[in-house]
């Protein structure tokens, strides 16, 4: 399987994708750079491990982009507090991190099983 054949590697390029957008005129690079790489790390290391060899190293990546995920709803929970990112923008981004987020578990589990005897 390719990886821009799946879903929560689509979602999650779209999500990158509009956190770009949302924010291309935030003047606070530090925190513009730090919430883009968070989104960009997602769909970017489920690609990384798709394009590895062997299952270890398949869920390995996609447990980095898991933890990337995490990272942009805590960078996406201060963006909100702070005034940087609107609430309802914010509540629909946490709303896809987590989602995504449950997917990558899912496949986890799944690409762990198969490495099992």
């Known amino acids: 399987m390719r990886f821009e054949d799946l879903e929560v590697w689509k979602r999650s390029a779209r999500l990158s994708a509009e956190i770009y957008k949302t924010l291309a005129e935030l003047r606070d690079f ?20 798709y394009e590895r060899d062997g299952n270890k190293e398949i ?4 447990n980095y982009a898991k ?4 990272e942009l709803r805590t960078q996406t929970y201060i963006g909100i507090e702070i005034g940087y990112i609107p609430k309802d923008t914010g509540r629909k981004w946490l709303t896809e991190a987590e989602e995504i987020s449950r997917m990558l578990h899912a496949l986890i589990k799944t690409i762990r099983t198969r490495t099992k005897p």
């Open 30 to 49: 530090g925190y513009r750079d730090q919430i883009t790489r968070a989104g960009l790390s997602i769909p970017s290391n489920i690609a990384e491990g």
């Open 67 to 70: 933890g990337s995920a995490g």
């Open 59 to 62: 869920a390995n990546f996609l």
